[in-house]
């Protein structure tokens, strides 16, 4: 993990999906620090098949955002729990927030940071269909500003091959091997029975855009969910947060230039 100095519990424990810091904690933590940097979950709220449920997307991006916050001195902040889900319309209880108003929500996030003096914000990104984060970050970048989405498809492919996870991230698309591990690992209490009978492998989506996840699964899931575990689980948050260390080292250097853009996984 690139040595980087460890979140010290001071700092104030996570409750639920919400940090607990106090102003002092970010005042602590900033004066420690050569560059300030915030790390923002974004999720969604949508159908996650019959047995996980519609803040999976989320969950996955808060584990992954608390696991970087324990490890490196970041500010975490909330989610942003509902985003771009229009590919899940067809299943009760999906939510969606146009591209537009995800785009203008990150801005303004990371426009009140800096007056606060935190001048540089990671996106953990949870979905898939978040496709807009990408433009807030490259139009962030080319304006001179520090941003950086995390994961990108290389991190999710290392972590994949450190877990031992067996199907693709093209196979493993909703609801399958990925998210049923993180969520076996980091709230187990949330599934609910059929995981292990639920697998669905439609890998030629190519209409996806046009035709919505509804001409792919009758259930909602694409994957195979029965082989997840908690061990896998907890393997690919191990990984992901090592990955982390080289945006750390790049956000905090005098340049950004690297390999910092990044991806999500999952729809």
């Known amino acids: 993990m690139s040595g980087s100095p460890k979140r010290s519990a001071a700092y104030g424990p996570v409750h639920g999906l919400l940090p607990a810091d106090t102003t002092e904690d970010v005042r602590k933590r900033g004066a420690d620090v050569s560059r300030q940097i915030a790390v923002l979950p974004v999720g969604s709220f949508e159908q996650h098949g019959p047995f996980l449920p519609l803040a999976t997307d989320t969950l996955v991006a808060c584990a992954v955002a608390r696991e970087i916050a324990d490890a490196y001195p970041v500010h975490l902040l909330p989610p942003v729990t509902i985003g771009c889900s229009h590919e899940h319309a067809a299943w009760p209880g999906t939510v969606s927030i146009s591209s537009v108003t995800l785009h203008a929500v990150v801005r303004d996030i990371a ?46 492919e290392t972590a994949l091959r450190h877990a031992g996870v067996e199907t693709s991230l093209l196979t493993d698309m909703h609801a399958g091997e990925i998210e049923t591990s993180v969520l076996l690992h980091t709230r187990p209490e949330l599934l609910r029975p059929g995981y292990e009978t639920s ?6 989506r190519r209409r996806l855009l046009t035709l919505g996840m509804s001409a792919y699964t009758d259930s909602g899931v694409i994957g195979r969910p029965s082989l997840g575990s908690a061990e896998k689980g907890r393997e690919i948050l191990v990984s ?28």
Do not use: C, I
């Not at 953990?124 to 001179?144: F, I, K």
């Open 111 to 156: 426009d009140s940071l800096r007056r606060s003096g935190v001048d540089t914000l990671v996106v953990v990104n949870g979905h898939g269909g978040n496709y807009v984060l990408g433009n807030v970050v490259q139009e962030s970048s080319a304006r001179g500003e520090r941003m950086a989405l995390f994961p990108a498809p290389e991190d999710w």
């Open 240 to 267: 992901l947060v090592d990955s982390f260390g080289a945006y750390f080292s790049m956000l905090t250097s005098d340049s950004t230039r690297g390999p910092a853009s990044g991806g999500g996984s999952g729809a």
């Open 199 to 204: 697998d669905h492998v439609a890998d030629d």
